[in-house]
C-alpha cells in the first residue's frame, strides 16, 4: 500500500506540471479525468510460471485467449474507486489532438507469488502498485466529412512507459474513444486501449487493455485583438468589437454591425444600410453625385429640371426641355420652313420635306422619264464598254434634257444579266456607268451633278433563264437624286 500512495503523489505532481505549462499556452485545451481499469485476461497471459491459482497477474481466475471475457469487469477488471487517470489535451490541425496523461492504479495478486527470486514471498497475496504515464494522437473521425457535433469517435495511437512496483517498462498502444458533449465544453469520455509492453522477458510486463471512463473539460483560447471574446466564438478575432455583435465591430455607433454597415465610418439609419441620406431623395450620400440637392436615381441622385431626361449639369438648357441630341435645348428651324436645321440640308433656305428641306430640282416629270427611255436604248458592244453605234445620240438628247434642268442631279447605274461570273460582270457594269459618266461630264454636265454605280447581276429587271430576259437585264439607268 505504500507503493501505491507513491505512485498516487508522483501521478499529483505530473497533472500539476501539465497544468501549469497548459495555463501558460494561448490554445485550445482539454483536462480529461476519471476512473481507469487494467485487464490482463484478454490478452491470455497470467504471469510465466503461473498455474491456477498461483500468482495470476489479473484480479481473478485463469488467463483467457485473445479478447476472451473482454467485458467481464467483476473477476478481471483491476480499479480505484477514485480518481485514477488524469490527460492534458492540445488540438494540433486536422482533428488531431495530442494527449499526456498518467494513470495509476491496483493491480490484485491471487496466490502464491511464483515470479522468481527477486519477488518471491514479497506479494503473497496483495497489491501491487500500477503507474504508467504516456502520450497519445487522437484523431476524430467525423473530421473526414467536416463534421463536428456532441458526438465524437476518436482513433487512438500512442505510447509511454509503465511501472509494476516500480519495475518499469515501455509500452505501445492503440484503441478507441468517445467524446459525447453535454456542454460546449464538457464531455463524458469512454475509451479503450490495447498496450503492447516492451519487455516480455519479465512476467509483470505482459499486455494488457486499459479502459477509461471520465469528463473531458475545454479550457483556454485566444484573444486576439483584446475585446473579452475568444477567437473561437469571435466572428472578427483581429477586430476589436461588440459583445452583441459576436466580437465585430459597429465604428459608427448606429445599431448596425461594421460588415453590413455600407457606411462603417458615418452614421445612417437601417433603411439605408447603415449610410446616410442627406438631401432625403432616397439615395445615400454615398452613391448621390448631388448629396446636397433632390434628385433623380437614374441621374444617381442629381436632377433634371426640365425633364426632359438629360440632368442639368450636362443640359445647356436645363430649364426647357430640349433632346439629348441638341444637349438638353430645343432644335432652331432657322428657314422657317417646319423641318429642324437637324433635319434640314437646306437649312437656311425654305424647302419640303419630301427633299429634306430642300427647294425640288426644277425638272418635270415628263423630262424624268424622256431621260429613263433613252437610258434604256444606251447599248454596248459585247463584253465591253465601248457604246454601239447610234448610241451617242441618245446620250446627245440626255446632255440636252440635263442643262435644261441644271437644279437636277443624277444617279448612273450599271447592271448585266446573269453570264459570267460575279466578279467579272461587277466589273463590268461599273466600268459601262463610268463610260456613260464620263461622256456627259465631257459634254458639258458638271461631274458635281453625277455619280455612277456598277451593280453587275445584283438586280435583274426581268428572268435571266431566256435570251430576252437578259437583255432586258443587260442595262444603264439614269435616275435622278432625290
Not at 19 to 37: L, S, T, V, Y
Not at 145 to 169: C, K, R, T, V
Not at 437 to 444: D, F, I, P, R
Request: include cysteine; charge should be negative.
Amino acid at each position: 500500500m505504500r507503493n501505491l500512495k507513491i505512485a498516487l503523489m508522483a501521478l499529483l505532481i505530473f497533472v500539476g506540471m501539465t497544468n501549469m505549462n497548459a495555463q501558460d499556452k494561448n490554445h485550445p485545451w482539454a483536462i480529461n479525468f476519471g476512473i481507469n481499469a487494467i485487464d490482463f485476461h484478454p490478452t491470455g497471459w497470467a504471469g510465466s510460471d503461473a498455474t491456477e491459482g498461483e500468482g495470476n497477474l489479473t484480479d481473478h481466475g485463469n488467463p483467457g485467449g485473445f479478447g476472451d471475457e473482454f467485458f467481464n469487469l467483476e473477476d478481471h477488471y483491476n480499479y480505484l474507486p477514485t480518481i485514477s487517470s488524469v490527460s492534458v489535451g492540445r488540438y494540433l490541425a486536422g482533428g488531431l489532438t495530442l494527449e499526456v496523461g498518467a494513470n495509476i492504479n491496483k493491480i490484485t495478486v491471487v496466490g502464491n507469488s511464483t515470479y522468481g527470486s527477486m519477488y518471491q514471498n514479497e506479494h503473497n497475496p496483495g497489491d501491487l502498485a500500477f503507474l504508467s504515464v504516456g502520450a497519445l494522437l487522437k484523431y476524430n473521425v467525423l473530421s473526414l466529412f467536416g463534421s463536428e457535433g456532441w458526438f465524437q469517435p476518436y482513433l487512438i495511437a500512442g505510447g509511454g512507459y509503465n511501472w509494476i512496483d516500480w519495475e518499469g517498462a515501455g509500452m505501445v498502444s492503440g484503441g478507441l474513444g468517445l467524446d459525447l458533449w453535454m456542454h460546449k465544453n464538457v464531455a463524458l469520455n469512454v475509451q479503450s486501449q490495447y498496450k503492447h509492453v516492451l519487455a516480455d522477458t519479465d512476467p509483470y510486463f505482459r499486455p494488457y487493455f486499459q479502459h477509461n471512463l471520465g469528463l473531458s473539460v475545454r479550457f483556454g483560447g485566444k484573444d486576439s485583438d483584446g475585446d473579452g471574446i475568444y477567437d473561437k466564438d469571435d466572428a472578427c478575432p483581429n477586430t476589436f468589437g461588440l459583445l452583441e455583435f459576436d466580437g465585430c465591430p459597429d465604428t459608427d455607433g448606429d445599431g448596425i454591425i461594421d460588415s453590413k454597415d455600407d457606411c462603417p465610418l458615418v452614421a445612417g439609419p437601417v433603411e439605408f444600410n447603415g449610410c446616410p441620406d442627406t438631401d432625403g431623395d432616397g439615395i445615400i450620400d454615398k452613391k448621390d453625385d448631388c448629396p446636397k440637392v433632390p434628385g433623380l436615381a437614374k441621374f444617381n441622385g442629381c436632377p433634371d429640371t426640365d425633364g426632359d431626361g438629360i440632368m442639368d449639369s450636362k443640359d445647356d438648357c436645363p430649364n426647357v426641355p430640349g433632346p439629348k441630341a441638341n444637349k438638353g435645348c430645343p432644335w432652331p428651324d432657322t428657314d422657317g420652313d417646319g423641318i429642324l436645321d437637324k433635319d434640314d440640308k437646306c437649312p437656311k433656305v425654305a424647302g419640303l420635306a419630301e427633299y429634306n428641306g430642300c427647294p425640288p430640282p426644277i425638272i418635270t416629270e415628263e423630262a424624268e422619264k424622256m431621260i429613263d427611255m433613252h437610258a434604256k436604248t444606251i447599248y454596248f458592244n459585247t463584253a465591253k464598254s465601248t457604246f454601239k453605234p447610234g448610241v451617242t445620240e441618245k446620250l446627245d438628247a440626255i446632255v440636252a434634257i440635263m442643262k435644261e434642268h441644271p437644279r437636277a442631279n443624277f444617279m448612273i447605274e450599271g447592271h448585266t444579266d446573269s453570264q459570267g461570273g460575279n466578279v467579272y460582270n461587277q466589273g463590268l457594269s461599273q466600268r459601262r456607268a463610268n463610260a456613260v459618266l464620263k461622256y456627259l461630264e465631257s459634254h458639258g454636265i458638271a461631274a458635281s451633278r453625277l455619280s455612277h454605280a456598277g451593280f453587275g447581276e445584283e438586280y435583274p429587271v426581268a428572268t435571266n433563264k431566256t435570251a430576252a430576259g437578259r437583255a432586258l437585264n443587260r442595262r444603264v439607268e439614269i435616275n435622278l437624286k432625290k
